[in-house]
């Protein structure tokens, strides 16, 4: 507004509103059918935080639906048509909230994540660039088995603005076709049992999805996604497995030359097949020319720098060998969530491998430092103990066996029967006949007594 009477005129400055962030409110919503055993734990993760749940049931016979109910969920039905995308999708818009987080009922945040998922999305919607442009939240998701350890970990956006453009695609193993760009969120992890061979062996996930596939590859028989999704529910098919059809499904999958659409898929079938006949002599020149490929094409993937070094270690070329494992652990280091899973799911057969390198290098400071890594995963490793122990005593390394038993006293308990016969086997192993006396010497009367009763 300009103002002129005689003075100066001037002009007030443009006040620029902003848009006042909006407050959250999460719509869940998920598809079900016969979840009873799933759906209570599934509804209570997010019924803290969440403005609304949404449970859309294709078809149960069981009490999915009651409990569903009961927990104050809203319950739709939709008539099963053989698609994923076409159930997934009408649960969406049932929706009112402004963000959705769309898990599958055998799917759940842990408690400390959900508090996390709520100060991002408070932080992307407080932020106008952010709320301008992140539509989405991408975060691992970590498949676990039967013993409650994760397999395999991928990265998905599963929860994410409510917009029209936000929608699934593809009849089974659908895919969220969001705006771009997402906001990635490494410290989130979705939690997925459903992979379980127990749970397959349950639900015959498996032999519903091998019909559904099937019927897709029909339709596009050169899809190699499909391929492999197929060759993995033959895998998991327990009656029967189809382990022929499947392998032949992931080399014709391998030899697709359209790595963007599949790249997951790619690392699953790489891992299988190596991991299979990493030590079938009649396939060894082939598993090396797998590996070679499946490093070449992720040379991320920790598991493929893991596999390519065993094999060059195999070989005898251990100064290669060792170059690749060195490059395995620091991609462990970075955390590359998503990458690798399968073979590597702890540390331990890495510092294996890297101690068996080292000693054939002759690098003593790199067997002991691996070896200890080893030890400190696993302490009762005898073959990893023998090789610490024994590096002690080489050239240059000479240590007195009071300062050794002091070493292995900060990973060993001596006053536990356990861990002194550990390193009493480890040293009779490396003929370190001081050290052995000396662990003798941490046996009571009572417990020489029993050892050398004891048959061997």
Request: glycine share 4%.
């Amino acid at each position: 507004m300009a103002k002129s009477k005689g003075k100066r005129t001037y002009h007030r400055p443009a006040v620029q509103k902003v848009a006042a962030a909006k407050p959250i409110r999460l719509s869940q919503c998920m598809i079900v059918k016969n979840e009873e055993k799933n759906i209570e734990k599934a509804l209570s993760w997010a019924k803290g935080v969440a403005f609304e749940q949404i449970v859309v049931d294709t078809g149960s016979t069981d009490r999915t639906v009651e409990i569903a109910e009961s927990m104050g969920a809203k319950v739709y039905h939709f008539e099963w048509i053989n698609d994923f995308s076409a159930a997934k999708n009408y649960a969406i818009e049932q929706a009112t909230g402004n963000w959705i987080a769309f898990l599958d009922a055998d799917e759940y945040f842990p408690e400390k994540d959900v508090k996390t998922l709520m100060v991002l999305l408070r932080q992307v919607e407080s932020d106008p660039m952010l709320r301008k442009l992140k539509a989405a939240i991408r975060c691992p998701i970590a498949n676990i088995d039967d013993k409650g350890k994760p397999f395999l970990v991928v990265k998905q956006d599963r929860v994410f603005r409510n917009v029209p453009e936000a929608r699934y695609t593809g009849k089974i193993h659908e895919i969220l076709l969001a705006p771009d760009p997402c906001m990635n969120a490494p410290e989130l992890t979705i939690i997925h049992t459903g992979y379980s061979q127990s749970v397959y062996a349950e639900t015959g996930k498996a032999y519903r999805n091998v019909d559904m596939i099937r019927e897709e590859l029909s339709r596009d028989p050169d899809n190699a996604s499909l391929k492999c999704y197929l060759a993995d529910s033959l895998r998991a098919t327990n009656e029967k497995p189809d382990i022929e059809e499947a392998e032949k499904l992931y080399r014709e999958a391998l030899d697709d030359g359209d790595l963007s659409v599949m790249a997951e898929q790619k690392q699953g079938a790489y891992n299988y097949l190596i991991a299979n006949y990493f030590e079938d002599p009649k396939k060894e020149e082939e598993n090396y020319d797998l590996c070679v490929r499946a490093y070449d094409e992720f040379p991320n993937n920790p598991d493929f720098c893991f596999y390519y070094g065993r094999k060059l270690h195999m070989k005898e070329d251990y100064h290669a060998a060792w170059e690749k494992f060195i490059e395995c652990e620091k991609l462990l280091m970075k955390d590359t969530v998503g990458m690798g899973g399968y073979t590597l799911k702890n540390p331990l057969m890495l510092f294996f491998q890297m101690t068996l390198t080292a000693e054939e290098l002759g690098n003593m400071s790199e067997v002991i430092r691996c070896a200890t890594l080893a030890l400190k995963e696993d302490k009762y490793q005898l073959g990893m103990l023998a090789p610490y122990i024994d590096a002690f005593s080489r050239p240059g390394y000479e240590t007195p066996v009071d300062d050794i038993f002091e070493v292995l006293s900060k990973l060993y308990d001596f006053n536990e029967v356990k861990d002194k016969l550990t390193v009493m086997r480890a040293a009779k192993t490396t003929g370190n006949s001081q050290l052995l006396a000396k662990v003798l010497s941490a046996f009571t009367p009572e417990e020489l007594k029993w050892l050398t009763e004891a048959p061997e």
